[in-house]
C-alpha cells in the first residue's frame, strides 16, 4: 500500500485491528440497541404516513380505520419479537433466519430466506436514505433539487463510519437515535397532556385540507383490500426485527440473554411510538394523499405541484410543540438524521449474513474475512453500491422504494418461524424432563402462531402490493437465488475435481523425465540466469527456444550462441506469419504428445520494473504466453526475475514506507515520565 493510499485509509477508518482484538469490538445492550434496532424504531417516521396515504384513496372518512390497522401492526410486532425471543435462545451463532430455516427445512428453503435478506437489506438502505433525504428536503431546497447526488453522498458516509467498525459506529449512531427516541416519548407525552389535561386544540398545518377521493363510498370487497394494503404498508414499521437474530454474536455475554432484551426493549419502544403517532395524527387532523399536488385541496382549489407534503410526524410535531419552537426543531433534526442511520441496521445484518453465506459457499470467500477495522468490509461495500444502484434507478423517491419493501422480510419471517416450529418437534422427541418440555411446548405455541400470522400478512402483501413494486423485490430474490446456487455448484464441483484421492493418481506419481526449455530472444543478462537457473534444475534433457520472426536477428542470435560456446542446444522454430506465442505452444504440445508422462518445464526470463508504466513497454509477450501456457496440462512455468535499476529504486521506496506509519496507525502508549534529576544546592 502505498503512502497516498494509505493516509486517507487510516483518516478514515483509523488504525488497523488485530485479529485478537474482535472481543474489544462485542456491543452492550446500551449500544446495540441503535445498531441494530435503529431500521423499526425510524420506520414510525414513515410507516404511519403510509397507511394514512392509502387509506387517503377513499377519501377522510377511511381515516377512521387507522386506529384498528394499528392494533393490527401492533399485535404482529408482539407475535414477531416474541418468536423472535424463541431464535436467538436456540441459534445464538448469528445465523438467523438463514441458518433456522437451513437447518429445519433443508437447504433451498435456507437459500430463499438468505435471498430474501439480501434484497431486504438492500431496500432498507435504499428506503431509509431516501425517506431521510425527503425530510431533511423540506429544510433545505438544495437536498430536494439534488436527491439522488444527495442520497449516494449520505450512502458512502455511512459506508466510511461502517468500515471503522461496529462498536465505532454504533457510538455514533447512538446520541441520535436516543434523542429520536426521547423526542418521539416527549412530543406524545405533552400532546396527551394538552389534550386531555389543558382540553387545547391541536391542529395539524394540513388540519383545514379536504381530500379528493379517488373513489368514493368503497365497501365490500374493495374496502377489504383497501384495509388490507394499508395494513401492509403499516407493516414496514417490522423491518429489521429480524437483523438482532443474526447480530447476536456481536453482543458482549451472555449474547441471547441481552439480544433478547434487546428484542423485547426494541419491540416497546417502537410499539408505542407507532402508535402514539397514529393517535396523535388522528387527533390534529393530519391529511395525506397518494398525488398531493391534485388530490389535497384548500380553500376549493388544488394545492398545486408546488406543494411539499411534508411526513406525519414533522406535521404531528409543528402541531403539539409549534412551528419552529426549539423541540419541534430537535426532533426534525433527530427525524432526519435517525432515517439516515437506520441503514445501519443493514449495514450490521448484509455483511454478516453475507459472511455465513460465504463459509458455506454460496457466496465468494472474500465475503467472509473481516478488513482492517475486524469488520466484514467486503460485504459493506457490495451492500453500499447495490443500494446506490437502486437509488439512482428509483431517483431516491421513498415512495416509489417502498413499494418493493416487506416483501422480503415476510418471505424470512414465515419460513423461519416454520423452521422453529419443526425445531421444537425434533427435540420433544427426545427430551424426558417435564420442565424442559414445558418450555419446548410453549415456546413451538409462539413458532407456530408467528409462523401462521407472518405468513398471512406475507399472502396480504404479495397481493396488495404485486402490482405496485413487489414483484421487483421477487424478481432480486430469484437473482440472489440463481447466483448462489450456481456459485455453490462451482465451489462444489472445484472441491470434487481438486480433492486427494487415498490411492496413488497421476498427481503424485513422479513424472518419467523432466525436459525444461529456456525462451531466448536474445543473448542478455536476463537469459544467461534463465540458462545457469535451468542447468541447475538438473533437468533430463534442456534447450532453448527461439522463434524466427526477424531471420536477421535470429542469424546473429546464432552466430553469438557459437561464439559464446554456450553447451545448451539452441532450437529456433520458424514463424511465417511472425506469430511467437502459437509456434511455442504447439512445438510444447507436441512434446507432450510423444512422452505423456514426461513433464514440460517452461523456463522465461522476464524483466522486473520498478514503476507501471514500464510494465507496458516489457514482458507483453510473456504474459500471453504463460496465460496460455496455464491452460495445457503438465506443463510448468518459472519466470526468472531480472531486477532493473528501476527496481532497485522502488524497492527502496517500498522499505521506507514499511518503516512508515501512517497517522494513527499504530496506537502508542503513554509517554513515560522521565525522573526528576536531583537538584545540587
Given at each position: 500500500?502505498?503512502?497516498?493510499?494509505?493516509?486517507?485509509?487510516?483518516?478514515?477508518?483509523?488504525?488497523?485491528?488485530?485479529?485478537?482484538?474482535?472481543?474489544?469490538t462485542?456491543?452492550p445492550?446500551?449500544?446495540?440497541?441503535?445498531v441494530?434496532?435503529?431500521?423499526?424504531?425510524?420506520?414510525?417516521?414513515?410507516?404511519p404516513?403510509?397507511?394514512?396515504?392509502?387509506?387517503?384513496?377513499?377519501?377522510?372518512?377511511?381515516?377512521?380505520?387507522?386506529?384498528?390497522?394499528?392494533?393490527?401492526?401492533?399485535?404482529?410486532?408482539?407475535?414477531?419479537?416474541?418468536?423472535?425471543?424463541?431464535?436467538?435462545h436456540a441459534?445464538?451463532?448469528?445465523?438467523g433466519?438463514?441458518?433456522?430455516a437451513?437447518?429445519?427445512?433443508?437447504?433451498?428453503a435456507?437459500?430463499?430466506?438468505?435471498?430474501?435478506?439480501?434484497?431486504?437489506?438492500?431496500?432498507?438502505?435504499?428506503?431509509?436514505?431516501?425517506?431521510?433525504i425527503?425530510?431533511?428536503?423540506?429544510?433545505?431546497?438544495?437536498?430536494?433539487?439534488h436527491?439522488?447526488?444527495?442520497?449516494?453522498?449520505?450512502?458512502?458516509?455511512?459506508?466510511?463510519?461502517?468500515?471503522?467498525?461496529?462498536?465505532?459506529?454504533?457510538?455514533?449512531?447512538?446520541i441520535?437515535?436516543?434523542?429520536?427516541?426521547?423526542?418521539?416519548?416527549?412530543?406524545i407525552?405533552?400532546?396527551?397532556?394538552?389534550?386531555?389535561?389543558?382540553?387545547?386544540?391541536?391542529?395539524?398545518?394540513t388540519?383545514?385540507?379536504?381530500i379528493?377521493?379517488?373513489?368514493?363510498?368503497?365497501?365490500?370487497?374493495?374496502l377489504?383490500?383497501?384495509?388490507?394494503?394499508?395494513?401492509s404498508?403499516?407493516?414496514a414499521?417490522?423491518?429489521?426485527?429480524?437483523?438482532?437474530?443474526?447480530?447476536?454474536?456481536?453482543?458482549?455475554?451472555?449474547?441471547?440473554?441481552?439480544?433478547a432484551?434487546t428484542?423485547a426493549?426494541?419491540?416497546?419502544?417502537a410499539?408505542?411510538?407507532f402508535?402514539?403517532?397514529?393517535?396523535?395524527a388522528?387527533?390534529?387532523?393530519?391529511?395525506?394523499?397518494?398525488?398531493?399536488?391534485?388530490?389535497?385541496?384548500?380553500?376549493?382549489?388544488?394545492v398545486?405541484?408546488?406543494?411539499?407534503?411534508?411526513?406525519?410526524?414533522s406535521?404531528?410535531?409543528?402541531?403539539?410543540?409549534?412551528?419552529?419552537?426549539?423541540?419541534?426543531?430537535?426532533?426534525a433534526?433527530?427525524?432526519?438524521?435517525?432515517?439516515?442511520?437506520?441503514?445501519?441496521?443493514a449495514?450490521?445484518g448484509?455483511?454478516?449474513?453475507?459472511?455465513?453465506?460465504?463459509?458455506?459457499?454460496?457466496?465468494?470467500?472474500?465475503?467472509?474475512?473481516?478488513?482492517?477495522?475486524?469488520?466484514?468490509?467486503?460485504?459493506?461495500?457490495?451492500?453500499?453500491?447495490a443500494?446506490?444502484l437502486?437509488?439512482?434507478i428509483?431517483?431516491a423517491?421513498s415512495?416509489?422504494?417502498?413499494?418493493?419493501?416487506?416483501?422480503?422480510?415476510?418471505?424470512?419471517?414465515?419460513l423461519?418461524?416454520?423452521?422453529m416450529?419443526?425445531?421444537?418437534?425434533r427435540?420433544?422427541?427426545t427430551?424426558?424432563?417435564?420442565?424442559?418440555?414445558?418450555?419446548?411446548?410453549?415456546?413451538?405455541?409462539?413458532?407456530?402462531?408467528?409462523?401462521?400470522f407472518?405468513?398471512?400478512?406475507?399472502?396480504?402483501v404479495?397481493?396488495?402490493?404485486?402490482?405496485?413494486?413487489?414483484?421487483?423485490?421477487l424478481?432480486?430474490?430469484?437473482?440472489?437465488?440463481?447466483?448462489?446456487?450456481?456459485?455453490?455448484?462451482?465451489?462444489?464441483?472445484?472441491?470434487?475435481?481438486?480433492?486427494?484421492?487415498?490411492?496413488?493418481?497421476?498427481?503424485?506419481?513422479?513424472?518419467?523425465?523432466?525436459?525444461?526449455?529456456?525462451?531466448?530472444?536474445?543473448?542478455h543478462?536476463?537469459?544467461?540466469?534463465?540458462?545457469?537457473?535451468?542447468?541447475?534444475?538438473?533437468?533430463?534433457?534442456?534447450?532453448?527456444?527461439?522463434?524466427?520472426?526477424d531471420?536477421?536477428?535470429t542469424?546473429a542470435?546464432?552466430?553469438?550462441w557459437?561464439?559464446?560456446?554456450?553447451?545448451?542446444?539452441?532450437?529456433?522454430?520458424?514463424?511465417?506469419y511472425?506469430?511467437?506465442?502459437?509456434?511455442?505452444?504447439?512445438?510444447?504440445?507436441?512434446?507432450?504428445?510423444?512422452?505423456?508422462r514426461?513433464?514440460?518445464?517452461?523456463?522465461?526470463?522476464e524483466?522486473?520494473?520498478?514503476?507501471?508504466?514500464?510494465?507496458?513497454?516489457?514482458?507483453q509477450?510473456?504474459?500471453?504466453?504463460?496465460?496460455?501456457?496455464?491452460?495445457?496440462?503438465?506443463?510448468?512455468?518459472?519466470?526468472?526475475?531480472?531486477?532493473?535499476?528501476?527496481?532497485?529504486?522502488?524497492?527502496?521506496?517500498?522499505?521506507?514506507?514499511?518503516?512508515?506509519?501512517?497517522?494513527?496507525?499504530?496506537?502508542?502508549g503513554?509517554?513515560?515520565?522521565?525522573?526528576?534529576e536531583?537538584?545540587?544546592?
Amino acid at each position: 500500500m502505498s503512502k497516498l493510499t494509505d493516509v486517507p485509509k487510516r483518516i478514515l477508518i483509523g488504525r488497523a485491528l488485530r485479529s485478537d482484538r474482535l472481543g474489544e469490538t462485542l456491543l452492550p445492550k446500551r449500544i446495540a440497541l441503535p445498531v441494530f434496532a435503529s431500521d423499526p424504531l425510524s420506520s414510525v417516521a414513515y410507516a404511519p404516513g403510509e397507511v394514512l396515504l392509502v387509506l387517503s384513496i377513499a377519501g377522510v372518512s377511511a381515516y377512521h380505520f387507522s386506529p384498528w390497522i394499528a392494533v393490527a401492526v401492533v399485535v404482529l410486532m408482539f407475535t414477531v419479537v416474541a418468536s423472535y425471543r424463541q431464535n436467538v435462545h436456540a441459534y445464538p451463532s448469528g445465523g438467523g433466519d438463514y441458518e433456522v430455516a437451513n437447518t429445519n427445512l433443508g437447504p433451498k428453503a435456507g437459500l430463499t430466506v438468505a435471498s430474501a435478506l439480501l434484497v431486504d437489506y438492500v431496500l432498507t438502505v435504499a428506503v431509509s436514505i431516501a425517506s431521510g433525504i425527503e425530510n431533511l428536503g423540506s429544510a433545505v431546497p438544495f437536498v430536494v433539487e439534488h436527491k439522488v447526488l444527495c442520497a449516494c453522498a449520505v450512502i458512502v458516509l455511512l459506508t466510511l463510519m461502517n468500515l471503522r467498525g461496529v462498536k465505532e459506529s454504533g457510538k455514533l449512531f447512538a446520541i441520535p437515535t436516543y434523542v429520536f427516541v426521547a423526542g418521539v416519548f416527549i412530543m406524545i407525552a405533552w400532546g396527551a397532556f394538552r389534550g386531555i389535561v389543558l382540553d387545547d386544540s391541536m391542529r395539524a398545518p394540513t388540519s383545514d385540507f379536504h381530500i379528493k377521493a379517488e373513489h368514493q363510498g368503497l365497501a365490500g370487497f374493495a374496502l377489504v383490500f383497501l384495509l388490507l394494503r394499508a395494513f401492509s404498508s403499516g407493516c414496514a414499521a417490522l423491518t429489521g426485527v429480524e437483523a438482532i437474530s443474526n447480530g447476536v454474536p456481536a453482543f458482549r455475554k451472555p449474547k441471547s440473554k441481552n439480544a433478547a432484551s434487546t428484542l423485547a426493549l426494541m419491540g416497546a419502544l417502537a410499539v408505542t411510538m407507532f402508535c402514539g403517532i397514529i393517535a396523535l395524527a388522528m387527533v390534529t387532523k393530519v391529511r395525506m394523499a397518494e398525488h398531493p399536488a391534485t388530490d389535497l385541496i384548500h380553500n376549493g382549489i388544488a394545492v398545486g405541484s408546488g406543494y411539499v407534503q411534508n411526513p406525519v410526524i414533522s406535521q404531528v410535531a409543528e402541531a403539539v410543540f409549534g412551528k419552529g419552537s426549539f423541540l419541534f426543531i430537535i426532533l426534525a433534526a433527530a427525524t432526519a438524521l435517525v432515517l439516515f442511520l437506520a441503514a445501519n441496521t443493514a449495514y450490521n445484518g448484509f455483511p454478516l449474513l453475507g459472511s455465513i453465506l460465504a463459509q458455506d459457499r454460496y457466496l465468494p470467500r472474500q465475503l467472509h474475512t473481516r478488513g482492517d477495522r475486524l469488520a466484514f468490509s467486503n460485504g459493506i461495500v457490495l451492500l453500499a453500491g447495490a443500494a446506490m444502484l437502486l437509488v439512482v434507478i428509483y431517483g431516491a423517491d421513498s415512495t416509489r422504494l417502498i413499494q418493493l419493501y416487506i416483501v422480503g422480510v415476510f418471505v424470512s419471517f414465515t419460513l423461519s418461524q416454520t423452521g422453529m416450529v419443526r425445531h421444537w418437534n425434533r427435540h420433544l422427541r427426545t427430551e424426558k424432563n417435564a420442565d424442559k418440555r414445558r418450555h419446548m411446548i410453549r415456546s413451538r405455541a409462539i413458532n407456530a402462531f408467528g409462523a401462521f400470522f407472518t405468513g398471512l400478512v406475507l399472502v396480504v402483501v404479495l397481493v396488495t402490493k404485486f402490482t405496485h413494486g413487489a414483484w421487483v423485490a421477487l424478481l432480486g430474490m430469484c437473482i440472489f437465488y440463481a447466483t448462489m446456487t450456481a456459485i455453490r455448484k462451482h465451489y462444489d464441483r472445484v472441491a470434487e475435481e481438486i480433492a486427494a484421492p487415498d490411492t496413488p493418481s497421476d498427481d503424485s506419481v513422479r513424472p518419467s523425465r523432466v525436459h525444461s526449455i529456456v525462451l531466448v530472444s536474445k543473448i542478455h543478462r536476463p537469459t544467461l540466469r534463465a540458462l545457469a537457473y535451468a542447468r541447475l534444475m538438473r533437468s533430463d534433457t534442456l534447450e532453448a527456444l527461439s522463434v524466427n520472426v526477424d531471420p536477421a536477428e535470429t542469424k546473429a542470435l546464432r552466430e553469438e550462441w557459437e561464439r559464446r560456446g554456450i553447451d545448451v542446444p539452441l532450437k529456433v522454430l520458424d514463424s511465417p506469419y511472425r506469430e511467437i506465442t502459437r509456434p511455442i505452444i504447439e512445438y510444447v504440445k507436441s512434446l507432450r504428445r510423444e512422452s505423456p508422462r514426461d513433464a514440460v518445464s517452461v523456463i522465461i526470463p522476464e524483466y522486473v520494473v520498478g514503476h507501471w508504466y514500464e510494465h507496458l513497454l516489457h514482458n507483453q509477450s510473456a504474459l500471453r504466453l504463460k496465460g496460455r501456457l496455464l491452460f495445457t496440462p503438465g506443463i510448468m512455468v518459472t519466470s526468472v526475475p531480472y531486477q532493473l535499476e528501476s527496481s532497485e529504486a522502488a524497492k527502496k521506496r517500498a522499505r521506507r514506507r514499511s518503516e512508515w506509519n501512517a497517522p494513527g496507525a499504530v496506537r502508542r502508549g503513554p509517554v513515560e515520565k522521565r525522573p526528576k534529576e536531583p537538584s545540587h544546592k
